[in-house]
């Protein structure tokens, strides 16, 4: 008994030591899912250098694009729980893709360290500057007097860009098809190019090019209008609150980290969210600072994951 009680305490040790001393001369792996240029990529070239100056450590943004983000999920899993590896997490890889497998190939809620919620926001659907719908309920309603003509865009099978024109379909009564590109980026370039009628994306991706009059905002998918888009209306205004949705966008680690380094990361995150540049950048892109702590961040991506999951399972979709 001696020898566990005394083991124990060595272990305590050695744990407490490493937090003390993390981080040592040793960059910070940062994870991002997707290909450069997406709202991913955004949101961890916003808070990587002010995040880097609070911890005193480099921190190397490191893409791994693939399986709607899953393929970067999966690696940080396998990653020593030291708070050298982390992950810019979001919604589809957290809260909707596992779901869409015959065997799921992590379990969101078990194997990841939650540090703390980054930003939030609604999604925005868009078609062609000269599509003839001035508004989404407008769009479907064409969408339904062109029955079987009619396919909706995605940045990939399982990702939320995914998910939500399922959102559309199972709401409107639709049946639109679903084109999965890899990215946003492309998917964006076919809209433009007319190959495909509707995205609905993150406001980093698209209020550019709405902006630029490349693409028409039809609706918001969240709560309130987006300030960069004051007369787009919300899904809800224009009777179809089923498609409500909001994006989240957050810091993980793998499952075990010490909590002290958990704290630690989580305190100095929330210092780069409360700082007026950092909200100034997300709010020109239509998200929100969302600042939420670990305990916080997991149970609010615990009910997007019962929501999601639901929506699976009554659509009855599967990833090939």
Do not use: C
């Not at 540090?115 to 309603?141: C, F, M, N």
């Amino acid at each position: 008994m001696k020898k566990l009680i005394t083991s124990a305490l060595l272990l305590g040790a050695a744990t407490l030591a490493m937090a003390q001393a993390w981080p040592t001369a040793k960059p910070i792996r940062l994870i991002v899912g997707y290909p450069p240029g997406g709202g991913i990529d955004f949101a961890a070239r916003t808070v990587q250098v002010p995040l880097q100056e609070l911890v005193k450590q480099q921190i190397v943004v490191d893409y791994k694009p693939g399986a709607g983000g899953m393929l970067a999920a999966t690696e940080l899993t396998r990653a020593a729980p030291d708070g050298y590896t982390l992950l810019l997490a979001n919604t589809g890889p957290f809260a909707i893709a596992p779901y869409l497998q015959r065997k799921m190939p992590y379990d969101p809620l078990k194997q990841f360290s939650y540090i703390g919620q980054i930003s939030q926001g609604s999604y925005i659907a868009v078609t062609r500057p000269d599509h003839p719908a001035k508004d989404l309920k407008e769009w479907v309603a064409w969408a339904k007097a062109n029955a079987g003509k009619v396919n909706f865009a995605s940045g990939g099978a399982g990702t939320s860009t995914h998910l939500n024109g399922e959102l559309m379909n199972q709401a409107t009564g639709l049946d639109v098809t679903h084109v999965p590109y890899k990215g946003s980026a492309p998917a964006v370039q076919d809209l433009i190019g007319g190959q495909t009628q509707l995205l609905i994306d993150a406001g980093p991706v698209l209020l550019p090019q709405v902006k630029g009059g490349k693409l028409k905002a039809l609706a918001v998918t969240g709560p309130r209008r987006d300030p960069q888009l004051p007369d787009v209306p919300t899904v809800a205004e224009l009777g179809l609150g089923g498609m409500e949705s909001v994006g989240f966008q957050g810091l993980v680690g793998p499952a075990g980290m010490p909590k002290e380094v958990v704290d630690k990361l989580a305190a100095e995150l929330a210092k780069v969210l409360a700082q007026a540049e950092v909200k100034a950048k997300f709010a020109s892109t239509g998200s929100e600072v969302h600042s939420l702590g670990p305990t916080e961040f997991f149970g609010f991506v615990k009910g997007e994951n019962d929501k999601w999951a639901k929506l699976i399972r009554e659509r009855k979709l599967e990833l090939d």
